[in-house]
């Protein structure tokens, strides 16, 4: 199986910093798209930011100038770089990755999901 783990959630105050990470694992050839999504509390999980394996970024309105995606494609890492945090962008953070595991498989899977909280 594939497992998605990320790390660098958490607390910070508004107008901070922080970055995540995201380390695939497991038995995958390849990666395509790789990046990140969101959910606050009572609203549906939105896009954040997406990277393809040759580096081709998008982001949400939301973020732009703000958050900056990258990947390290030797260690099947995807990373985001989140600078002048706002209260808004509290939410569970999930990386999503879509993985070559058979010569015929492509999959999506998604990491369990990291909490970070910006306060006011």
């Known amino acids: 199986q594939v497992q998605l783990v990320e790390s660098g959630g958490g607390l910070v105050q508004a107008g901070g910093s922080l970055r995540l990470s995201c380390a695939a694992s497991g038995t995958i050839f390849s990666l395509n798209s790789m990046g990140w999504y969101r959910q606050a509390p009572g609203k549906q999980r939105e896009l954040v930011a997406t990277?393809?394996?040759?580096?081709?970024?998008n982001s949400a309105d939301s973020v732009k100038g703000r958050f900056t995606i990258s990947r390290d494609n030797a260690e099947n890492t995807v990373y985001l770089q989140m600078n002048s945090l706002k209260p808004e962008d509290t939410g569970v953070y999930y990386c999503n990755a879509q993985a070559v595991i058979d010569i015929i498989a492509v999959r999506v899977y998604w990491g369990q999901g990291t909490q970070v909280t910006v306060s006011s």
């Open positions: 990277i393809t394996r040759d580096g081709t970024r």
